[in-house]
C-alpha cells in the first residue's frame, strides 16, 4: 500500500511515531506536515525525539483563523493527493489538519483511516468536536481507544469500518517513557520534589482566550499550595499575556512557567508528579497510565473512563474547584487496562492490509 500520512499539531508528531514505524516494515508512507504547528518546541523537536522521518512535504500552513487555517489546508492537500494518487490517507484525532484531510481526501475518493475515532465531548461549541464528527462521518476505517468510542459511533449509525485497537498513545508511551533513573535526573534538574508538585498545561481555547476562565486557573495555580510546573503553550503564552496575567504568575516563587518541554520530559514530569492538571485530551490518558491522578479543567472529558474510575476530576475553569481537587487527591487501586497494551499500531496496520491491501 501507498498511505499518505497528514499529521500537523503536537499530539499527531506523537501519535504517528509508532503507527509510523509499524507502516513502514511493510509499506510505503509519505509523511505531510501542514505546518499547523511550526515552533521548534511544537514541532521538529519531536521529530528529532521520537525518530520520526522528515515530512516528504510540509504546507507551511502557519497559524490563521479556522476557515483560513483549513481551507488553506484542504487547497494544498487537494494538488498533493491528486499528485501522490495513494491507496489511503491516514489521520489523526480531531485537529484543523485532520478535519482538512479528511474533506480533500473523502472528496478525491480516496479512502480514510481515523485513528482516535468515535471520541465525542458532545459539546459542539469546541472545534475539535466538529473536526471529530466530520472526520468520522467521511472516514473508511475507524480505529477507536475505547468501547465508549466504538458506541458513540453506533449512536449515530455507523457500524462499518469501526475497529476496537486500543490507543495509540499507550503505544507511544511503552516506546519513549523514561527509566526510573532518568525520571529522577529530570525532577531534579527542574529543583522538584518527587511526589509534590503539580504538573500543569493549558491549551483550550475555551479555557485560554476568555479572560475569566483563564484568570480562574490562574489563581488556582497561585493558591493551591504546592510547587507548579507549567510547560506554556504558544497560545496560552500570547493570552496570560494580553489579559496581564503572566507577571502575576511568573513573579509568583512556587510557580515555574518553562517552555514547552519534549515528550519524555513530558512523561518524566507527570510520572513524578502528586497530579497532573491539565485541560488536555492526550495528558488525561498518560497521567492515568502512568497512574498520576487528574484534575480536569474542564466542563466534560471524552475520556469519561478516567473520572468513572475514580482516577481524574472535571472541575471546570474554576479557580475554586480546582484547589479543592487538588487537596482531596487520593490514589484509586483499581487500574484497569483502558487503553489496551500499547499494540494498536500493528492491529491498525493489519486491519488496513485486510480492507484495502
Ligand atoms: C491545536 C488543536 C487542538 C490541539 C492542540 C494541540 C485545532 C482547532 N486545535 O490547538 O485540538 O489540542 O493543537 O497542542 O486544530 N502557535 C505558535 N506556534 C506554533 C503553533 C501555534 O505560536 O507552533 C500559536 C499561534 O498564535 C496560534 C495559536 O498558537 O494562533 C493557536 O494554534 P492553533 O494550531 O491554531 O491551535 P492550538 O491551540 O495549538
Ligand atoms: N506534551 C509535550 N510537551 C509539553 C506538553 C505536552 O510533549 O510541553 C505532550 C503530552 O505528553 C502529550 C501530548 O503532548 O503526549 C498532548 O498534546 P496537547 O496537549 O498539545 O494536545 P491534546 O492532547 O489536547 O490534543
Not at 489523526?92 to 465531548?121: C, Q, W, Y
Not at 473536526?131 to 462521518?137: E, K, L, S, T
Not at 462499518?160 to 525520571?183: C, K, N, Q, Y
Not at 490562574?218 to 493551591?224: M, N, R
Request: proline share 6%; charged share 25%; with cysteine.
Amino acid at each position: 500500500m501507498k498511505v499518505l500520512t497528514v499529521i500537523g499539531a503536537r499530539p499527531q508528531f506523537i501519535k504517528a511515531a509508532p503507527l509510523s514505524r509499524a507502516l513502514r516494515t511493510r509499506h510505503r508512507e509519505v509523511l505531510v506536515h501542514t505546518g499547523q504547528h511550526y515552533d521548534h518546541d511544537m514541532s521538529r523537536r519531536f521529530f528529532r525525539e521520537m525518530r520520526i522521518p522528515a515530512p516528504d512535504h510540509n504546507l507551511g500552513v502557519g497559524s490563521g483563523t479556522h476557515a483560513q487555517q483549513t481551507g488553506a489546508m484542504m487547497v494544498r492537500l487537494e494538488e498533493l493527493m491528486v499528485r501522490e494518487r495513494p491507496d489511503a490517507i491516514v489521520i489523526f484525532g480531531d485537529t484543523n489538519s485532520t478535519a482538512a484531510a479528511a474533506l480533500s481526501a473523502a472528496k478525491l475518493g480516496i479512502p480514510i483511516a481515523h485513528v482516535e475515532a468515535g471520541m465525542r465531548s458532545f459539546n459542539r461549541a469546541m472545534p475539535e468536536e466538529v473536526n471529530r464528527v466530520v472526520a468520522d462521518h467521511v472516514a473508511t476505517l475507524r480505529f477507536c481507544s475505547t468501547p465508549a468510542a466504538v458506541r458513540h459511533l453506533r449512536n449515530e449509525g455507523i457500524v462499518s469500518g469501526v475497529f476496537l485497537t486500543g490507543d495509540i498513545m499507550a503505544d507511544a508511551l511503552r516506546l519513549l517513557l523514561p527509566g526510573p533513573e532518568r525520571i529522577a535526573r529530570i525532577l531534579r534538574r527542574r529543583r522538584l520534589e518527587p511526589g509534590h508538585y503539580v504538573f500543569v498545561t493549558i491549551h483550550r481555547a475555551e479555557n485560554t482566550d476568555r479572560r475569566e476562565n483563564l484568570r480562574q486557573i490562574a489563581g488556582a495555580l497561585i493558591g493551591c499550595g504546592r510547587q507548579v510546573v507549567f510547560p506554556v503553550h504558544p497560545r496560552t503564552r500570547g493570552c496570560l499575556e494580553r489579559f496581564g496575567l503572566l507577571d502575576r504568575l511568573a513573579g509568583s516563587p512556587d510557580i515555574a512557567l518553562i517552555p514547552p518541554v519534549g515528550y519524555a520530559e513530558s512523561l518524566a514530569l507527570q510520572s513524578g508528579a502528586h497530579a497532573v492538571l491539565t485541560d488536555s485530551g492526550g495528558l488525561q490518558k498518560e497521567a492515568y497510565l502512568l497512574r498520576t491522578p487528574c484534575v480536569t479543567a474542564r466542563t466534560e472529558t471524552e475520556w469519561t473512563e478516567t473520572v468513572a474510575s475514580g482516577w481524574n476530576t472535571v472541575t471546570g475553569p474554576r479557580r475554586d474547584a480546582i484547589i479543592a481537587a487538588l487537596r482531596r487527591i487520593a490514589v484509586p487501586r483499581r487500574h484497569p487496562a483502558f487503553y489496551g497494551r500499547g499494540d494498536a499500531a500493528g492491529r491498525i496496520v493489519r486491519h488496513m492490509e485486510r480492507a484495502l491491501g
